[in-house]
């Protein structure tokens, strides 16, 4: 059975956790697995041979942890498992609510419990969200086996956790489960009449169980929540049966789940589709990778200007035209915001996907930019000064300048680079590409 945490906060006792108290727990929680039969997915991890299924079994001494992957991918699951297999005591805390007192508190009591001969596992969920100052203080204890630390996170390890942490840690990747084994994991909790949903008497059609399977986009908390709501806004039949359909479903499941946090690393995972796609010119890629944008909740002002730089970067003066769509699109999201601002953002992503391609401006600027650092000190001409006072225009500030629109020769005639540049080519108009839109 589950076990119980006392009113100590770290302290676990072994006392099961009632049928009264589990039913108060959503879906997710009571059918957390409780044996690594029970655990379904990540087999890189946990088939056969593997590192995770080596460590649950007991086969080597468990290192500390850093379990990357997505949400609902098992991740407190494994440490749990972790833990209890090799012997240890699980202490878990929440990045988002703990901060340095609770970790001293936690590490405190592992120092006196590691005297008594019990190792504590200190699961720490979400653990991109310390700072570094808050990270660091976990070091001491990993270091001198007070803890075995397991992280959490669903960022990349590699910009979140803090190098020196990482360099004790060993990193694990989860990946979202697949449609199978979300319905798996759906078809378990509908028949199990002690944690799951079987005393309900629920009947959900094998398509509606796919439906939700593919929709939950590989995240089993969401898929079970789902239809735990499903489920219990059914009214029963005079038989008692609930037949869940997929009108309740929709409500059940409410907008589309888009699984990516818009601050983190799949925010911009996103982003760098779009414009990927926007300069591969796939105008069809483009606008999925937009709606997955806005429909995930990203600032429509940030993806407008993400269209706006790409409208100079990538096509540039191949299409002109290309950047007052950008621009005009920008404008108008700022001026009415989402939803109507899908329309504008959509009209400037099918005009950006279909324009012709050509980065000669972004050539053109880096070209120059390489000579202007080699020749930072070198002096502006003296005919390209403006001779504002007499001392300048006696030591020659202005001499020889010529206006090109009464001297039409002074663009061939008159050099507007320092000497040493003479000759030098940035931006050559033959290099663009133009011609007419490809869709």
Request: hydrophobic share 40%; proline share 5%.
């Amino acid at each position: 059975m589950p076990r119980r945490t006392t009113k100590n906060l770290f302290a676990e006792t072994e006392a099961p956790v009632s049928l009264n108290e589990m039913a108060f727990a959503p879906l997710a929680e009571r059918m957390r697995p409780r044996t690594l039969e029970e655990f379904v997915g990540q087999h890189h991890l946990v088939g056969e041979g593997r590192v995770l299924r080596r460590l649950i079994e007991g086969r080597g001494n468990l290192p500390s942890l850093i379990l990357w992957g997505a949400p609902g991918t098992g991740k407190t699951t494994l440490a749990r498992l972790l833990a209890e297999r090799s012997g240890a005591r699980f202490v878990a805390l929440s990045a988002v609510f703990s901060g340095v007192k609770d970790m001293r508190a936690a590490i405190s009591e592992a120092r006196e419990t590691k005297r008594e001969g019990t190792r504590t596992v200190l699961f720490i969920d979400e653990i991109h969200r310390f700072n570094k100052a808050q990270q660091d203080a976990l070091l001491p204890s990993v270091e001198d086996g007070t803890i075995t630390l397991i992280g959490a996170t669903t960022e990349n390890p590699s910009f979140e956790v803090t190098g020196a942490l990482l360099s004790r840690s060993k990193v694990l990747t989860l990946q979202p489960l697949t449609e199978d084994e979300v319905e798996t994991i759906l078809r378990r909790a509908l028949t199990d009449d002690t944690r799951g949903l079987a005393h309900l008497r629920p009947e959900v059609p094998d398509e509606i169980i796919k439906r939700l399977a593919k929709s939950a986009a590989g995240d089993a908390r969401v898929a079970l929540a789902a239809l735990e709501a499903a489920v219990e806004s059914t009214e029963p039949d005079k038989a008692g049966v609930r037949h869940v359909s997929d009108e309740t479903l929709a409500e059940a499941m409410g907008r589309a789940h888009y699984a990516y946090d818009k601050g983190g690393e799949e925010h911009y995972n996103l982003a760098s589709a779009l414009i990927k796609s926007l300069r591969n010119s796939d105008v069809n890629a483009a606008l999925y990778w937009l709606a997955r944008l806005i429909e995930g909740g990203a600032d429509p002002i940030f993806i407008a200007r993400r269209l706006c730089i790409l409208a100079s970067e990538d096509i540039g003066l191949a299409d002109p035209q290309a950047i007052v769509q950008a621009a005009s699109a920008a404008t108008i999201t700022q001026l009415i915001g989402l939803p109507e601002a899908l329309y504008p953002l959509s009209q400037a992503t099918i005009y950006l996907a279909c324009a012709p391609k050509s980065n000669a401006v972004k050539r053109a600027y880096y070209a120059a930019l390489e000579d202007a650092t080699e020749t930072a000190r070198e002096p502006v001409p003296l005919h390209l000064r403006n001779a504002i006072t007499p001392l300048m225009r006696r030591v020659g500030y202005g001499t020889g300048y010529r206006y090109v629109h009464s001297d039409p020769r002074a663009k061939e005639e008159m050099a507007c680079l320092p000497e040493r540049l003479q000759g030098h080519v940035y931006y050559d108009e033959e290099t663009e590409d133009g011609g007419d839109h490809e869709c």
